[in-house]
């Protein structure tokens, strides 16, 4: 399977890989304390390394590099839990409401079958450290073609499974929004936009950035393609 993203000629709300949140800086007495915005580089390290609950069921994990690999489910087999950071999809902007950013980045999920499982997760910074403050599920083998923030609320536009699509072969192009409420990350809607066809794919041009689900290596340049009259 070859997997294909526009996120170059997309522009977003925010930038890609630009991650934020806040840092309390102990001002003079009497006066509030300022708000200090991290390197973006260092908010890549801390992310790297976050605890994140709602992905597994049997609890939180703990990322190492981008990376968790679990146990396997079997002694001595070769299945086992694994989730990766998608560092392309981070996104910072204020959706809390309060002082400071928080960054929404999206996970993927397997088990070693055909499923991959999306999930969305939700990040403020707590004493320099990423701290995981909401987690939902996108669904499963779902294809991000864009991710904004606008008005608080997370806005991801997918392809997904319809409801007569086989799980290997989504059509169906549904905007997605989640919001966090009183601590939690809500999906608050999801709107079918249509079927996805070639009038979609048409005028900008498309670069490879997986085959079967292995990022291309650094340095590759990218194969492209472009559709047009049909």
Same mark, same amino acid.
């Given at each position: 399977?070859?997997?294909?993203?526009?996120?170059?000629?997309?522009?977003?709300?925010?930038?890609?890989?630009?991650?934020?949140?806040?840092?309390?800086?102990? %001002?003079? &007495?009497?006066?509030? &304390?300022?708000?200090?915005?991290?390197?973006?580089?260092?908010?890549?390290?801390?992310?790297?390394?976050?605890?994140?609950?709602?992905?597994?069921?049997?609890?939180?994990?703990?990322?190492? %590099? !981008?990376?968790?690999?679990?146990?396997?489910?079997?002694?001595?087999?070769?299945?086992?839990?694994?989730?990766?950071?998608?560092? *392309?999809?981070?996104?910072?902007?204020?959706?809390?409401?309060?002082?400071?950013?928080?960054?929404?980045?999206?996970?993927?999920?397997?088990?070693?079958?055909?499923?991959?499982?999306?999930?969305?997760?939700?990040?403020?910074?707590?004493? !320099?450290?990423?701290?995981?403050? %909401?987690?939902?599920?996108?669904?499963? *083998?779902?294809?991000?073609?864009?991710?904004?923030?606008?008005?608080?609320?997370?806005?991801?536009?997918?392809?997904?499974? !319809?409801?007569?699509?086989?799980?290997?072969?989504?059509?169906?192009?549904?905007?997605?929004?989640?919001?966090?409420?009183?601590?939690?990350?809500?999906?608050?809607?999801?709107?079918?936009?249509?079927?996805?066809?070639?009038?979609?794919?048409?005028?900008?041009?498309?670069?490879?950035?997986?085959?079967?689900?292995?990022?291309?290596?650094? !340095?590759?340049?990218?194969?492209?393609?472009?559709?047009?009259?049909?």
């Amino acid at each position: 399977m070859i997997r294909l993203s526009d996120y170059l000629r997309r522009p977003a709300v925010y930038s890609v890989s630009s991650v934020c949140a806040v840092i309390l800086v102990a %001002g003079c &007495a009497g006066s509030p &304390a300022p708000t200090r915005t991290p390197p973006e580089a260092n908010w890549m390290d801390l992310i790297d390394e976050a605890t994140v609950s709602g992905v597994e069921s049997s609890g939180p994990i703990k990322l190492a %590099g !981008g990376v968790y690999e679990g146990p396997p489910y079997v002694a001595g087999g070769a299945s086992r839990p694994r989730t990766v950071l998608i560092r *392309r999809t981070m996104r910072r902007g204020d959706l809390d409401g309060g002082a400071g950013d928080e960054v929404a980045v999206l996970l993927s999920s397997s088990s070693g079958g055909s499923g991959e499982f999306i999930h969305l997760a939700v990040f403020a910074n707590d004493e !320099g450290a990423a701290r995981n403050i %909401g987690t939902a599920a996108v669904g499963d *083998r779902v294809d991000l073609i864009r991710m904004n923030l606008a008005d608080r609320n997370i806005v991801l536009d997918v392809v997904e499974a !319809g409801p007569t699509d086989a799980m290997c072969c989504p059509t169906l192009l549904t905007t997605k929004e989640y919001r966090l409420e009183l601590g939690r990350l809500e999906h608050v809607s999801n709107e079918p936009m249509g079927k996805l066809s070639l009038s979609i794919l048409e005028g900008p041009e498309w670069s490879l950035v997986e085959i079967d689900g292995q990022r291309l290596p650094e !340095g590759v340049k990218p194969a492209t393609f472009k559709v047009a009259d049909g």
